[in-house]
């Protein structure tokens, strides 16, 4: 006689495992597109502004993207909780795939932009329901090994994007985007049919605060153009920067007033009660500011100051690289061993803030070995940070709540890195035109015509990015190092057994599965 149905929903007719992977696969292809689109447009961009002019747009195209994205990550984990994952994974790769096909038909840069955030409206989602769904299909202890495989594919997808970028602009820029659309496609395809095949998690009941995720997105959007504009397109004390900080902070006030009164809030102020979540989302933010800096400002060391060409320095940042996607593999199966997290971090940590402060010793005239040391250094570290967090503030949280866990982790990792990006870049900036000139700041956007300065200004030029660098970097290296003394405070707690609940022995009918996983 056939065992009978799980709680959960039907039994598949997969082996669980293949089934697993099959949802896995599908969904480590839509992270890679949402992350390899946060990149892919650094190298691409001087051709774009060479075609459509614009040149005071330049960095929106980019910003457009973070802003979105980052915004929306909240309000995708409780919509998940509230109407179930696959309809809501539905949403976010039809939007995604919509603003990809906007992108490749903009005929200027305002229409670029635009659709480049209605692009970021759909990876938000993708970013955040990757890691929710995994959740759901494993049970606590399993998470981290599958989890490692999304931080080696963002790993990935972060420092192909600029190779992948300057490749592509050198033919048509416009197969950026058209390249999303059959990986899309794809991904949609595995995960819906697979996803029906799989037992849906029980959603939460509570209706979504929509006034609530309304204060948040304005406020957090206000701060990040705060952080966007200010020190570039206006000055840190001008009324358009000290207006926009004001609001955010006045958005945010009122949404933490909101949540902490309302009986269904978007964001449960009561899960920062917990030290794992509370900690862990500190971690995360410090985490992003530190990591995605890093990662930002090192290619332009390798093009303006030692002078390769985009696709030389993409291959010059394999170390980096290689040392996230094998850290994420590593720090994931160590976790799932061992059952506990908190030494995988603080690892992580020591070893991300010691890449950090290793830049510090970059020279113009820095040997590829000592570079590549310092990137294998850097991405062990940022490997065993990047999906790690995300296990940490799960701990303990009961299955109707891993959409809303999964994307507070994302959007203060975002968050962070947004803000991370935005400090270094100002201290950079700051101190070139303080050193060789604010023309000179300009020419970092094409690093290519650097290299055309005649030698005794070529030289200077070189040896102030280098210092501006060091500058930015010790910035970084100072957010690594709060990294590593948060996570020191994290409770060292077992996670639980590598198997999953038994199923109780009088099961109820499951209901018929209709708005999906």
Not at 3 to 22: E, F, Q, Y
Not at 245 to 252: E, H, N, T, W
Not at 254 to 260: I, T, V
Not at 437 to 452: K, M
């Amino acid at each position: 006689m056939s065992p009978p149905a799980s709680p959960a929903g039907p039994v598949s007719p997969l082996p669980p495992r293949r089934l697993i992977r099959t949802v896995v696969a599908g969904l480590l292809t839509a992270v890679f597109l949402a992350a390899l689109d946060a990149t892919v447009m650094a190298t691409a961009l001087p051709t774009i502004v060479g075609g459509f002019g614009g040149l005071d747009q330049y960095a929106w195209v980019v910003s457009a993207y973070l802003l979105t994205s980052t915004a929306v990550m909240p309000l995708y984990g409780a919509l998940s909780d509230r109407y179930g994952r696959r309809a809501v994974l539905r949403l976010a790769v039809l939007l995604f795939l919509l603003g990809s096909l906007l992108c490749a038909g903009a005929q200027e840069m305002s229409q670029l932009i635009a659709f480049r955030g209605v692009q970021g409206l759909g990876a938000g989602g993708l970013l955040v329901l990757a890691t929710t769904i995994i959740s759901d299909l494993v049970p606590p202890r399993e998470r981290a090994r599958y989890q490692g495989l999304i931080g080696a594919v963002f790993g990935l997808a972060s420092l192909a994007g600029p190779v992948l970028g300057g490749v592509l602009a050198e033919y048509e820029w416009r197969l950026i985007f058209l390249l999303n659309l059959p990986l899309g496609l794809l991904a949609l395809l595995v995960t819906e049919r697979v996803l029906r095949r799989v037992p849906s998690p029980p959603r939460s009941a509570r209706r979504i605060n929509y006034f609530g995720a309304l204060l948040l997105v304005g406020g957090v959007a206000c701060l990040l153009l705060t952080a966007t504009w200010g020190g570039r397109t206006y000055p840190w004390r001008s009324t358009e920067i000290v207006a926009l900080a004001g609001s955010g902070v006045l958005l945010l006030g009122c949404w933490a007033l909101k949540e902490r009164w309302s009986r269904e809030p978007l964001l449960p102020v009561s899960l920062f009660g917990r030290p794992t979540f509370a900690i862990g989302g500190l971690i995360s933010c410090c985490f992003g500011a530190a990591m995605f800096g890093a990662i930002t400002y090192l290619p332009i060391y390798l093009q303006v100051v030692q002078g390769h060409p985009p696709i030389a320095a993409g291959v010059l940042l394999l170390p980096l690289m290689g040392g996230i996607v094998l850290a994420s593999l590593i720090g994931g199966r160590l976790i799932t061993r061992f059952g506990r997290y908190k030494w995988v971090t603080v690892t992580g940590a020591t070893l991300m803030s010691g890449g950090t402060l290793a830049t510090l010793t970059l020279r113009v005239e820095s040997a590829p070995e000592q570079l590549a040391g310092i990137l294998a250094l850097l991405g062990a570290g940022i490997g065993l940070l990047l999906q790690p967090l995300i296990v940490t503030m799960q701990h303990g949280l009961a299955r109707t709540q891993l959409g809303v866990a999964t994307a507070a982790g994302t959007f203060l990792r975002q968050l962070g890195g947004v803000f991370g990006v935005a400090a270094l870049g100002a201290v950079l900036t700051g101190w070139l035109s303080q050193t060789v000139g604010a023309q000179v700041v300009g020419l970092l956007r094409e690093p290519q015509r650097i290299a055309t300065l005649p030698e005794p200004l070529l030289t200077e030029v070189r040896v102030a990015v280098v210092d501006g660098l060091h500058a930015a970097f010790a910035v970084a290296t100072g957010f690594g190092l709060l990294c590593l003394l948060l996570t020191l405070a994290l409770p060292d707690r077992q996670i639980g057994p590598r198997r999953a609940e038994p199923a109780p022995s009088t099961p109820a009918p499951a209901p018929a599965n209709t708005g999906g996983n």
